[in-house]
């Protein structure tokens, strides 16, 4: 298969796409005939490993560091893969980072360092991406991958709740302000799913029971990716600000949880 051109195919730039749900949804975007920016902060090789995927695709990929803790240049490096790969059709903010420390027991460079990943790196991402898509004349889609805790609290984790639920409100309004130029803009907000970052990489998520999750399980990083690519497709022309829970049920289960435990474990991370 002859290599596509940049003027042949759509482009997406997804962030954190060195693995779990990041490289799932390159995968799958790349499935739907896009070419693909890669990013990576410390797993090169895993990014390279995604970027491996995608050309077997048959699609074109780009690779490049991005440490979203050094704003605003990490956002040059986004636009750098745009110039590489010749235009940007959608952006997926997907690159995360959390902690579970206590809120007493929070450090200000800690909580800094969640809020840049999670909060201000999607913003500044986001801003250069619409401001191309503006540019091009012919809309665009931005996916910003939350979480449950977009919506609800989790205990040891303040900055990852107030840095994801910030995103979701910042989704919205860029649902408003970039919808006259063609650009939708939603989120999507996982539960419990088999990646690295919850220490479930390669997990057959059919084999794990989570009693407290109406579907029983854990979910499976492309199960993610199927919500982003219908959010980044055509099909989903006419949705904006919304926020679209990928979570087994576990969303649903607020009250049934707090009756249902049987001590106090909770309360510590």
Partial sequence: MSAPTASASKVA??????????????????EAGMDIGITWHSDQKGAEQTADEVRGKGRRAAVAQVDLTRLPEAADRVDALCEELGRIDVLVNNAGTGTMTPFLDL????????LDVDLLGPFLCGQRAARRMIRQGDGGRIVNVTSVHEHQPRVGAAP??????????LTQVMALELAEHGITVNAVAPGEIATPMTGQEDTDVHTE????VPLGRPGDAREVAAVIAFLAGPDASYVIGASWSVDGGMLRMGPMAGSHMAGDDWRRP
């Fill in 13 to 30: 730039v997804i962030t954190g796409s060195d693995s779990g749900i990041g490289r799932a949804t390159a995968v799958r975007l790349a």
């Fill in 107 to 114: 450090g200000l460079d800690d909580v800094r360092q969640v």
């Fill in 160 to 169: 990852y709740c107030a840095a994801k639920g910030g995103l979701g409100l």
């Fill in 209 to 212: 029971r989570r009693p407290g």
